[in-house]
């Protein structure tokens, strides 16, 4: 099986991670972090944790790598604009980072370790970039930990479906539960596991999100060829989610499972 990032780099999927911040999604490793540390965050988007990172270690620098060259352009226009300048972007995959042995103190990693096919060889990646004592903090959602309502049987459909396409290509919508022993696997120590909720405000976003992710052509192509579902049950899936994201009452809390460990 071929590893594919099933979100893509649209604008909707692209504005909808860079409204993320240190303090909306990586509070939990802030205590961790102090001035002057070499940190690296791994998997970086368009940047905009990185560059809250970046002004919590200040002088030293904050170093952002993502697999997507896109993404690598969009997170400089976001420290240029921000006036940011103890950051740096570079491309490159978490299984074989550009970077020497025991070269940074932190290491941080959000939303991307669910879309790995393996994820303890890019947990290992990460041990030997950082140096003996370093810390790494990960972040990532656990599908299993979902709580959405109303549901109705096209919502759920839909919920499902999504899952399995990130499964089918390679990724883990349960990772959450796993990091923690993922981390022990790959020779981290001192382990702290936390979760939590977020709760969309405006369900049309993640509504919206999940629904172009479903009736994209190169999704809907690859399922209707596999034989997963065909293009017309997946036009009902997406206006489900559609319809459903006007509901009063509704709810999407998504369940994020985090981890802190160290290089002994
Ligand atoms: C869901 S986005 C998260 C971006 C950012 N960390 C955030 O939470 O806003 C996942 C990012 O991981 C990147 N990615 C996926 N596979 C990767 C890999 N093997 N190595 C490095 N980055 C990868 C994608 O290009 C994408 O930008």
């Known amino acids: 099986m071929v590893e594919k990032y099933i979100p893509g780099y649209s604008s909707n999927a692209t504005s909808f991670m860079a409204k993320r911040n240190v303090d909306s999604h990586a509070a939990f490793f802030k205590p961790y972090l102090q001035p002057g540390m070499k940190l690296l965050d791994c998997g970086c988007g368009s940047g905009t944790i990185t560059l809250g990172f970046a002004k919590i270690i200040a002088p030293s620098t904050a170093i952002g790598t993502d697999i997507e060259s896109s993404q690598v352009g969009l997170a400089w226009e976001n420290a240029q604009s921000q006036g940011i300048s103890n950051v740096e972007f570079r491309e490159g995959s978490v299984y074989e980072l550009p970077f020497s042995d025991r070269a940074f103190d932190a290491a941080f990693s959000h939303a991307v370790f669910e879309h790995l096919q393996s994820p303890l060889?890019?947990?290992?990646?990460?041990?030997?970039?950082?140096?003996?004592?370093?810390?790494?903090?990960?972040?990532?959602?656990?599908?299993?930990?979902?709580?959405?309502?109303?549901?109705?049987?096209?919502?759920?459909?839909?919920?499902?479906?999504?899952?399995?396409?990130?499964?089918?290509?390679?990724?883990?919508p349960y990772v959450g539960r796993h990091l923690r022993a993922l981390l022990r696997e790959a020779g981290f120590t001192d382990i702290k596991a936390s979760g939590s909720y977020e709760c969309y405000e405006d369900l049309s976003t993640i509504a919206e999100y999940l629904a172009l992710r479903i009736e994209s052509s190169d999704t809907v192509d690859l399922a209707v060829q596999k034989g997963w579902t065909d293009a017309e049950s997946l036009g009902v899936m997406s206006q489900a989610l559609r319809k459903w994201s006007q509901h009063p009452d509704g709810l999407f809390a998504q369940a994020w499972c985090e981890v802190v460990g160290r290089k002994g």
């Open 121 to 172: 060889k890019a947990l290992q990646e990460l041990f030997r970039v950082l140096k003996p004592g370093g810390v790494l903090g990960l972040r990532s959602p656990d599908w299993g930990g979902f709580l959405i309502a109303p549901s109705n049987p096209e919502l759920d459909r839909a919920i499902t479906y999504y899952k399995l396409l990130q499964e089918k290509n390679g990724g883990n």
